[in-house]
């Protein structure tokens, strides 16, 4: 063995100790390749973890980070899949439309690098409008539907209290501290609203996401939302024309 590579091994880093307590929240992020699995647990002992990895890669080859949550496998953040940027006033409730919140233009690299320094894009992703978001999940994913999402809210104890358990544990993102422990690893994020009259609005305090199921009219779909002042998962439904979040979960 060469002495560079003597060198490299002896300041090689072996192990490192957490500080753990009982009933603490352990996030483990397991890489294989580009593949990111986020596991997350409250071990009471020593424990083997078993890591599943699912590719969840963009068609611009951005690779996400995924959860398994009971029996569902989602993406453990928002979706940032931007083939175009729309300005702000522009809206359809039948035609694909992408915003990035805080940029009024049609440049996808502009918007991506004029919201950088609040990292805006980075960390929230793209507001989709309800038939951009239909066709934005990669390859072998999709848009949850109504029943998913019930079926993930019902895994964690129901509406009242899953809210929480999505939540990024922090108020890095979120307005207010509402005992969030991201117990799921979901790491749910307020990206706020592009409004169907043009404009956006909440960041920092409201978090949407679509489902692919319409609502009692052609122009409206059901959706799920988290605010930054309680713990609840509200159901509800909104028009197409609205841009909001996406997360998408494993087919």
Not at 3 to 30: F, M, P, R, W
Request: glycine residues 10%; charged residues 20%.
């Amino acid at each position: 063995m060469g002495s560079e590579y003597q060198n490299l091994a002896k300041s090689a880093v072996v192990g490192k100790t957490l500080k753990y307590g009982q009933g603490d929240i352990l996030h483990c992020s397991a890489f294989s390749g580009k593949n990111n699995t986020i596991i997350a647990d409250s071990p009471k002992a020593t424990k083997v973890y078993s890591v599943e990895f699912y590719e969840c890669i963009d068609p611009n080859k951005k690779s996400y980070k995924v959860v398994k949550i009971g029996n569902q496998v989602w993406m453990a953040e928002n979706l940032a899949y931007l083939p175009a940027v729309s300005a702000m006033a522009t809206s359809s409730s039948t035609e694909p439309h992408y915003y990035v919140y805080g940029y009024n233009g049609t440049d996808i690299d502009a918007a991506k690098a004029t919201t950088k320094a609040t990292n805006i894009y980075t960390n929230y992703g793209v507001l989709y409008n309800w038939p951009a978001a239909m066709t934005a999940c990669p390859s072998g994913w999709h848009l949850p539907s109504d029943a998913e999402w019930t079926t993930l809210v019902d895994y964690l104890g129901g509406k009242v209290n899953a809210g929480n358990k999505l939540k990024e544990a922090a108020t890095t993102h979120w307005s207010e501290d509402t005992g969030a422990t991201n117990e799921s690893g979901f790491t749910a994020l307020p990206g706020g609203v592009r409004v169907s009259g043009g404009g956006f609005g909440q960041n920092g305090h409201y978090g949407y996401w679509w489902s692919s199921t319409e609502h009692t009219t052609s122009d409206e779909a059901r959706l799920r939302y988290l605010v930054y002042s309680d713990s609840t998962v509200h159901r509800d439904h909104g028009v197409k024309r609205n841009g909001i979040s996406v997360r998408c979960v494993k087919d």
